[in-house]
């Protein structure tokens, strides 16, 4: 997880090789001041990793080419990322299983909404807070 | 879009989505434009009928073939199915839903047949959502 600066955006990074559901995204995280990345695939995501990006979120859906979604965050968390958010996105429920195996800490049926997502960037806002509170103290 | 759309365009719209040419999540779409955006809808729908049209050539191309790869077919349809729920294009997403028990049964007759359905429901409402963006474009021009 990123550091927490009063007033600092959300940083997320968006997992999907659709261009129209980046952008929807995209739009309802910006709705929120996150800082956004985006990755079309699972390798990807992992060589942002690699290069020692942090983020505090990622959206991951399901069926990439080349990695998929499940097999990145088990590589992201053997990277000892254990702190950032992974939320498995996908279009119907069947995807759930999948994820939560491999260590996602939500899924979210697509497409997604704005107040359930918003829910878990404010969640994320408050524990980044409390992890800074706790540093300083 | 809800700000900065012309009501007629808004009109549009609500006849499809009155025909069920489109769900509740377009309306959420339109929501997600605002002044810091103004072009989110028209770029959004824009790619979905790019993307949906590629996709559609691809699944030509890839269930001509005698031995087909239904895990590739699959994924295309996976793809369109996704952007076709973000977007509001039920029919869509409806008949990607069938076209993937196809894919899972490993059937191309019933591929074929769904992907016909598909290019008919695809250009249905490519062709509404061009038409609906010809006409802000001109409501645009004539305000100018």
């Known amino acids: 997880m990123t550091s927490y600066v009063e007033g600092s955006p959300v940083k997320a990074l968006i997992v999907d090789d659709s261009a129209v559901e980046t952008m929807v ?6 709705k929120f001041h996150c800082e956004i990345t985006t990755a079309k ?3 990807e995501a992992v060589q942002m990793f690699l290069e ?27 990277l000892g990322e254990i702190h950032v958010k992974i939320v498995g996105v996908s279009v119907g429920d069947n995807a759930q299983e999948a994820f939560m195996r491999v260590g996602a800490d939500e899924f979210l049926p697509k ?18 807070k409390k992890n800074n509170d706790t540093v300083q103290a | 879009m809800a700000a900065t759309m012309k009501l007629s365009t808004l009109g549009y719209a609500a006849s499809m989505l009155s025909t069920g ?20 809808v028209a770029e959004t729908i824009t790619l979905f009928c790019e993307d949906g049209e ?19 077919v699959a994924a ?37 047949k769904t992907l016909d359905t598909l290019r008919v429901v695809f250009y249905e409402v490519s062709g509404k959502f061009k038409d609906m963006l010809q006409l802000e474009q001109q409501q645009a021009e004539a305000t100018k």
């Open chain 2, 76 to 112: 295309f349809v996976h793809k369109l199915e996704g952007g076709s729920a973000s977007v509001g294009a039920k029919r869509v997403k409806n008949t990607c839903i069938q076209f993937l028990e196809f894919c899972k049964e490993k059937s191309r007759d019933g591929c074929l």
């Open chain 1, 111 to 128: 497409p997604m909404k704005l107040d359930v997502v918003g829910a878990i960037i404010q969640e994320i806002i408050k524990k980044k």
């Open chain 1, 25 to 30: 995204l995209t739009a309802m995280l910006r």
């Open chain 2, 21 to 40: 040419l489109l769900d509740e999540q377009f309306q959420k779409l339109l929501l997600l434009q605002n002044k810091s955006d103004p072009n989110f």
């Open chain 1, 41 to 43: 695939n699972g390798k």
């Open chain 1, 52 to 78: 020692g990006k942090k983020f505090d979120i990622i959206f991951r859906e399901k069926d990439m080419p080349v990695m998929s979604g499940p097999e990145a965050i088990e590589k992201i968390r053997a």
């Open chain 2, 54 to 72: 590629h996709t559609i050539g691809e699944l030509t191309k890839r269930l001509d073939k005698q031995c087909v790869n239904f895990d590739e």
